[in-house]
């Protein structure tokens, strides 16, 4: 297991505690280098939508935690956020939740010709992800060929 693994992996076990109190969803959690700075950051959720109120309120919780643990080494920025409407999909959760709904997907590498594709979430397991397009064609990607999958949103 990697130092980022490691370091995300921690920090979800002492948010689940805090997240469960408030009747909160843990979306994910990175630890991921920006420009000159490393950033520790949480996606949470909630029926409804998560608010700045409600971010202000875990990092509150989990501040005093991380200072007293002090498990990352060197210095970090600690950011608590809503996943945003185009969040992708990353965790099983998040693909019973979008079964039957359209999905944007975007590849590495062009598949006849293309590299997005939009249609309804039908299946997946560990290996793939299947849609079926506006064109009732159904279409199979290996996941390691997924470079971005999230629910497609219409405007």
């Not at 700045?52 to 200072?67: Q, S, T």
């Not at 080494?73 to 956020?81: A, L, N, P």
């Amino acid at each position: 297991m990697s130092r980022r693994e490691e370091y995300e992996q921690k920090t979800e076990g002492l948010l689940l505690p805090i997240l469960e109190k408030y009747h909160y969803e843990l979306v994910d959690v990175e630890y991921v280098k920006e420009g000159s700075g490393w950033f520790l950051r949480a996606y949470i959720d909630k029926e409804g939508g998560i608010t700045v109120d409600d971010c202000e309120k875990v990092a509150r919780e989990m501040n005093p935690i991380l200072d007293e643990l002090d498990y990352i080494d060197g210095s970090y920025t600690f950011e608590i956020s809503s996943p945003g409407l185009g969040r992708p999909l990353k965790k099983e959760k998040d693909y019973i939740r979008n079964l039957g709904k359209n999905v944007e997907i975007r590849t590495y590498r062009p598949i006849e010709h293309k590299k997005e594709f939009l249609g309804s979430l039908r299946a997946y397991d560990d290996k793939t992800v299947t849609i079926v397009t506006e064109e009732d064609v159904e279409l199979a990607f290996e996941k390691k060929d997924i470079a971005l999958i999230r629910q497609a949103l219409d405007f």
